[in-house]
């Protein structure tokens, strides 16, 4: 149980957004968090773009984002506000034990990914660690860790850069979600017809031919749920 704050003490705890289109698992994880008495659940979001908005919103210091939800991923979300917000600690919260994801957290700006199978055990460490601004990795991410650079060393190349881009991945996924050309332009402040234009690139980049390769691909690399 947490202990109370005598009254008039400031609150020192560590405030948090906790993202999640799954509202039991969001409950799930409040409750973990909560029960710490240096950590407290200031702010749920369903969606990518509903937590960058309640990010800038609000008065947070700690983001956690779960890599599939709509609208935008957890790693799109964190890419976003990384960009607003820099000083602002993210967390990706993952069913995926899985390196490409694994590195694309780092890279879009999170201190840390941990497994939704083993949060019980490691969430609360990674959200001290954030806060201290040291990475959490989890375990068995160092393996992967250590692999990559070898083989990358082994092969003499370096990090493979990303086959699209970061607009078309956002608009890769909300096409996959079945949005009109329309609907993504509203959502992302753009015309139908740059939507249409990315949405060629997409097709000829990645070698496709219509939504349904677009979305099965989507679904491949983890922007949407099966």
Excluded: W
Excluded at 13 to 30: E, K, P, S
């Amino acid at each position: 149980m947490t202990t109370p704050r005598p009254p008039g003490a400031p609150d020192r705890r560590t405030r948090i957004l906790l993202a999640d289109d799954h509202a039991l698992v969001r409950r799930g994880v409040r409750l973990i968090l909560d029960s710490e008495p240096d950590l407290t659940v200031v702010a749920e979001a369903a969606d990518g773009a509903e937590a960058v908005a309640r990010a800038r919103a609000g008065d947070i210091d700690l983001a956690i984002l779960d890599i599939a939800m709509p609208r935008l991923t957890g790693l799109q979300a964190a890419r976003e506000l990384s960009r607003l917000q820099p000083d602002l600690r993210i967390l990706i919260l993952t069913m995926y034990d899985n390196e490409e994801y694994f590195f694309e957290a780092l890279k879009a700006g999170a201190g840390g990914y941990v497994l939704k199978s083993v949060a019980d055990r490691d969430l609360v460490e990674a959200c001290r660690s954030a806060m201290r601004d040291e990475p959490f990795i989890y375990p068995g991410a160092e393996t992967a860790l250590i692999r990559k650079y070898l083989d990358l060393a082994g092969q003499g190349r370096p990090v493979p850069d990303r086959a699209i881009t970061e607009r078309e991945e956002e608009i890769l996924k909300l096409v996959a979600e079945g949005h009109t050309s329309k609907q993504i332009g509203d959502l992302l402040f753009i015309s139908a017809k740059t939507v249409e234009r990315h949405r060629a690139n997409l097709l000829r980049k990645l070698g496709m031919r219509d939504r349904l390769d677009l979305t099965r691909y989507a679904i491949r690399v983890g922007l949407i749920e099966p």
